[in-house]
C-alpha cells in the first residue's frame, strides 16, 4: 500500500513539475514577443492561469502525503502525547468534512459547467473539466491527510527507537577511549618504577 502511495505522489509530482516548466517557458516567450513587438502569443495568460490552478489543486495532495501544510507548532510542546493525537484525529476529522462541502459543490459547479458546454477563449478548453480539479484534488487532499495523521499515531517499533538513541549518543564511545587510556596509565607508571629501580641496582653494584 505505502509502495501504490508513493508511486502515485512521485506520478503528481511530476506532472505539475512538467506543468510548472510549461508554464514558464510559455510566459517567458510571451514576454520576449510582447516588448519585442516580433510575435504574440494572446493564449498565454490563459494557459500560465489554467496551469496555475492545476498546480495548486494537484499540490494539495502531495503536501497532505508529505505533512507540508501549515500546523500550530506550539500545540505538541505544551500538551502530551496522548493530547496531541486526538487533537491531530480532530482535525483530520474537520478537513474530510470540509472536503466533503467542497466537493459536493465543486461537483455541481463542473457539472452544470458540463453540461452547458462551455469552453475557454482562447484555448478551447471545456471549463467544465478545469473546474472538475476542485473535487479532485479536494478528494485526494482528504485521503492523503487522513493517512498521513493515522500513519503519525503509530509509535515507532522499539528496534527502530534502540538504533536511533545508538546514533544519537557518541558519548558511549568517548568513555570508552577514556577508560582505555586510564587503564594504560598504570602500566607506563610501572614501568618508569621498575626503569629506577633496575638503575639503583646497578648502581649499587658498581659502588661495591
Known sequence: MKKFLDGFSKAIEVICVIVMCLMVLVVFFATIGRYSKLYALPWSDEFARYGMITI???GLMLASRQGGHFVVEIVPMIFPKSVVKVISVLVALLVDAFAVFLVKYGWAVSSKMLNQGK????L???????????????????????????????????EEVSISEDEEDPSSGSEEVTASGSEEVPSSESEEASTAESEEASGSTDET
Request: glycine letters at 8%; hydrophobic letters at 50%.
Open 56 to 58: 495548486v489543486y494537484l
Open 119 to 122: 469552453t475557454s477563449p482562447m
Open 124 to 158: 478551447e478548453i471545456p471549463l467544465g473539466a478545469m473546474y472538475l480539479l476542485i473535487p479532485i484534488g479536494i478528494v485526494l487532499m482528504a485521503i492523503f491527510y487522513t493517512i498521513h495523521t493515522f500513519e503519525g499515531l503509530k509509535d515507532p517499533k522499539p
